[in-house]
């Protein structure tokens, strides 16, 4: 997943999923993009934005920039691979030196941390007047988890540097009932996140039962309505994406790309990513209902002539039980899903080459998934609760791949503080486990890491 942050055969399935957006209005450009926007971190069902705008006319263009300035504020008491957005906790057998040379368990050590790198800006625009045939329209949205360069004379600390990091921007062609997205959104697969203000630059439960992510696309999607249902049926290839470190299946790393430190390389590899979905809504308790299933396949090129499938079927629903209790999530089974952080960032099982041993490759089969509940007690005050884990096939691991499962619960109260103000208490808890191995044979349970996670968040979205 860390890795995967510094640079982002047509066996697809089609998955049955409740589109929770109406179809859009072909008579007001502005809102073109509006089931795009707000940006997915933070959207809050049961509270949604304002319906105030940062918008103008521009020539034949409407331009409307949008954004949340978001200040994060975040303990733990054990440390956590990710820090200010915790992925997992370390094993408690791990220790953490001391600038004295003492040593403590990871497990009694926390981390305080006080950041606005979540913050995310925004820009979308469209035509002004309604366009004959194809109405095009665009996004482009960044925040700044980027990279963190040093100045080792000044700042080795790093305390002032967040770069800009791109996380969606594309072109959007809409005409009736038809639209085409090319350029870098979310996947097609799986595409609900848990909502969390503690985690907006990666989604709350990524690794631990949440696939996700942003990559470069062609999406074509298409709309009918039944009465008072909807179905959207879409489908569309991306870019492959794995990223396994101990693989080197990037291209570009021996220096063939013009930046070959800070490139999002392609893939070694001859097909991209193959996704589709298939969505239904209809409208449920003043609300609306989703329910669904989503599939992904893809290849990853380990040899020269040897390649591994990548494959997964997710379901995702939104069930508003009541017009004050919503019941959200998503489950997943696959295989090799390092690129949507499934398999608890481990897609396949590896050991090099040794003597005359051929080095040894095994696809990681894995299943998962969240949910959540969500209660909107007043139009102000929202109470969030919920559980998810990533819980990787033992079997499938082998030494050097030993994350075994990842599971957290959490518990949020949002409170609207103005129109376009939000606070935000969360808590999480953690529990990461991994697997022994006696020689090449799978052993017994390892220590395992528990942690604590408490975050304020003041979110300003506008």
Known sequence: ??????????????????FTIPAQSQTDPANTLEDHAPPDGPFYPGAPKSSSRLQAPIGDYILRVYG???????????????????LWPLPGSSNVTFPDGTTKRAGAVGDTIFTARQSILGAQISPKAPVAGWSPSGLVEIDFFGSRPVDPNFQPQNRVFNQPRLRRAYLQLDKGSWRIVAGQDKAILAPLDPISLSHVAIPLGATAGNLWAWLPQVRVENRHKFGGTTLLLQGGVLRPSFGDSRLTDQAGVNGSAVDSTFSGFGERGRQPFYEARIAL??????????????????REAVGADKGIDSSAVAVDWTIPIIKYLIFRGEGFTGANLVPFDGGIEQGVAFTPAAGNT????RKIGDMGGWAEMISPVTPKDILYAGAGTDDPRD???????TRSKNSFVWASYFRKLGPDVTAAFEYSFWDFRTRTFNGANLGPRATSGRGNVVNIALAYQF
Do not use: E, K, W
């Open 1 to 18: 997943m860390i890795s995967r942050l510094r640079r982002s055969c047509f066996a697809a399935s089609l998955v049955f999923a409740v």
């Open 68 to 86: 949340t300035l978001l200040l994060n504020i975040s303990t733990s008491d054990t440390v956590q691979v990710g820090q200010d957005v915790p």
């Open 281 to 298: 809504s209809h409208a449920m308790a003043g609300r609306t209902a989703t329910i669904g299933v989503s599939g992904h396949y893809g």
């Open 358 to 361: 051929p080095a040894q490759f």
């Open 395 to 401: 079997s499938d691991l082998m030494p050097g791949s």
